[in-house]
Each structure stands twice: as structure tokens, then as C-alpha cells.
């Protein structure tokens, strides 16, 4: 089922601006019911804008309405002509100078809500070093005190359709590592039980063919 960009964020609003359930929000967004719950209970991704989807061309009005009369419906998609944004050519990317100093607040978002990006992923976004990653990471950057979480996008360092596409790849890739660890867990298995089947039977002592009640000589 295809999902909406930034499904954690399509969320928050729809949290923030519906009366759809909890359930009907996680199908559309794809997250487990309970992470809904959470996000409403300000318990995560707090401080996280909210993305219209119907602004973003990807909800109308109307399917909107139709799911909030019945809490059994489940919300489509709507078909879209947004045209992509063309793609970055490959190179280090260009923040003005103005806006380096936001870099770390932008790390620090990424980090706290997105934690299946890779460093290199969020290099490549923001334009920044692994070893900046880090520091943020392990509050050693020396403005550390100052550096308070904000979206990249409000920030204008990267663009959503870019957030997105990490986003994708970062979950092809870890759906592509779970896989492999399950069927190698898989063969591992069925390799165990062959090597029981092939062990011979071990031969009866004197002890269990003795009859009852008798002792072998010692």
C-alpha cells in the first residue's frame, strides 16, 4: 500500500486537525496504532510540524470527510500531478552562509525522529560531516547548550521529496537487512535438523536389555 510523504508528519495533522480514530490514521500513514496514541499524548515526535496532506495534493477534502463519517473507512490516496523536483546532481551541497548555523539544530531533528537514517544519509541532506553528526549526537559540538531540534524543511536546508526519498531507501535497506537475517536464521535451522537426522541411533547397553528386576555382572 503506497504511503503518504512524510507519514509521521501527515500524523501529527491529521492528529492535530481531525476527528478520524487512531486506527484510521496508522493504516494511512503506516504505523501501528499505538504510535498514533503516542503521537497524540505528546509522548513522540514532539515539536514535529504537521504536513497537510491535503495542502500537499495528497488527500481531498471530500475522502477526508467520507472517513470521518464512518470510522470504519480507510483513507485513499488521492492521484497526483505534482511534478518531482529534479534530481541533485551528485556534490557537496550548497547551504547559504546564513543558514550553516541552523545545520546542527537540523541534525539534532533528524536524529531524535528519524533514527533509521544513516549518518551518511543525513550528511548528504544537510550537507554537513559525520563527524558534526556525532558531535551532536554525543553533545560534544561546542554549541551543544545552544542547539535545539528544528525541521530542516521549516529550516530550508533540504526539501520534503528529498526527506522522503532518504526516508524510502533508509527503510529498503532495513527491510532488505531483515530479510536476510531471517532467511539466514532460517537455514541455519534447517541445517541443525539435518545434521540430527543424520546421527546414527545409539546402541542399546546390557543395562536396557537386561529383563526387569535383573542386574547385568558386574
Known sequence: MALPMMPKATAVWLVENTGLTFQQIAEFCGLHELEVQAIADGEVVAGMTGLDP???????????????????????????????????????????????????????????HYPELSDAQIGKLLGTTKETINKVRDRTHW????????????????????????????????????????????????AHEAAEAEQP????????????GEQTPQ
Open 201 to 212: 541411533a545409539q546402541p542399546a547397553t546390557e543395562e536396557q536389555h537386561a529383563p526387569a
Open 54 to 112: 491535503i495542502a500537499s495534493g495528497q488527500l481531498t477534502q471530500e475522502e477526508l470527510d467520507r472517513a470521518a463519517r464512518d470510522p470504519n473507512a480507510r483513507l485513499k490516496l488521492a492521484a497526483t500531478n505534482i511534478p518531482l523536483p529534479a534530481v541533485r546532481t551528485k556534490g557537496a551541497r550548497y547551504t547559504p552562509v546564513a543558514k550553516r548555523q541552523d545545520k546542527p539544530d537540523a541534525i539534532a531533528w533528524l536524529i531524535r
Open 143 to 190: 554549541n551543544s547548550p545552544n542547539i535545539r531540534p528544528r525541521d530542516p524543511i521549516d529550516l530550508g536546508l533540504c526539501s520534503i521529496m528529498e526527506l522522503q526519498a532518504a526516508l524510502n531507501r533508509a527503510r529498503r535497506k532495513a527491510e532488505a537487512a531483515k530479510t536476510a537475517e531471517e532467511r539466514a536464521a532460517a537455514k541455519e535451522a534447517a
